[in-house]
């Protein structure tokens, strides 16, 4: 465990920013990429232009992605993360707070390329925010852990391209067993996603830095 934590690359603000920028640039491409209808030889042209520009990026390339520096919850350091990574294009990305009582919350709105059901947001992209979100809840009890159990009760459909509320909070630590429970809700307040979750401290703890 201990070894995921070291080994890695911190950027700094100004490195992080352009990296982030650069991250915006891809997800908007993802999006076009998914919703255009150009022509087959134009989608051909396009691709091999961002086989050009993928090579220019792996021509200096890291061996892990990096860590940003640490913010005031020291929570925020994974910044290539899949939910919360402003550095990921996969992640939407979700900026989730964590308050001093420990609760967790987060407005995001998820466009198109997160779609399962038609107009509706994929299960597994719910469990995916639940699961960060959850994490982090846990992991502001101070004692962060790897999930054990993820539990997800789909209520409702929850739609694309409105705004989302996620909330977590951890509700008890029993030994290395942190349980923590949430909920994803729609803009009229509804609750669309249930989710608990119990987390597992590992035996040696993850390195604070
Ligand atoms: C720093 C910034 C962070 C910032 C916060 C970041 C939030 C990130 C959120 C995302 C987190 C993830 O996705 S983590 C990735 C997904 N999860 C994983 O890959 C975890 C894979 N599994 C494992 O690594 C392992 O199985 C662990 C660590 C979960 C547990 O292994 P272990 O530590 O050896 O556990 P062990 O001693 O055998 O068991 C301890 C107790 O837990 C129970 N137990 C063990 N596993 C399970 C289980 N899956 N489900 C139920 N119960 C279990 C045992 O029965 C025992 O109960 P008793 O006899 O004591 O009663």
Aim: hydrophobic residues 45%; charged residues 25%; proline residues 8%.
């Amino acid at each position: 465990m201990r070894e995921v934590f070291v080994d890695r690359d911190v950027l700094s603000g100004d490195d992080e920013a352009e990296l982030a920028a650069l991250a915006a640039r891809v997800r908007e491409l993802a999006e076009a990429m998914t919703l255009t209808k150009v022509e087959p030889a134009e989608a051909a042209s396009v691709a091999a232009e961002i086989a050009a520009l993928t090579e220019r990026l792996k021509a200096a390339r890291r061996a892990h992605p990096p860590f940003g520096t640490v913010g005031e919850s020291g929570l925020d350091r994974q910044i290539a993360n899949p939910v919360t990574g402003r550095l990921n294009p996969l992640a939407p990305p979700v900026d989730i707070e964590v308050s001093e009582d420990g609760i967790v919350r987060a407005e995001f709105t998820l466009p198109a390329v997160y779609e399962g059901p038609p107009t509706f947001v994929h299960g597994g992209v719910s469990a995916m925010i639940m699961d960060q979100a959850l994490g982090m809840a846990a992991a502001a009890t101070g004692t962060p852990g790897m999930t054990a159990t993820l539990e997800t009760r789909y209520r409702r459909p929850t739609p694309l391209g409105v705004p989302l509320t996620v909330e977590a909070k951890a509700s008890r630590v029993e030994g290395r067993k942190i349980y923590a429970d949430g909920t994803i809700s729609g803009p009229d307040g509804r609750v669309t996603v249930e989710a608990s979750a119990m987390f597992i401290a590992p035996q040696s703890a993850p390195a604070a830095s």
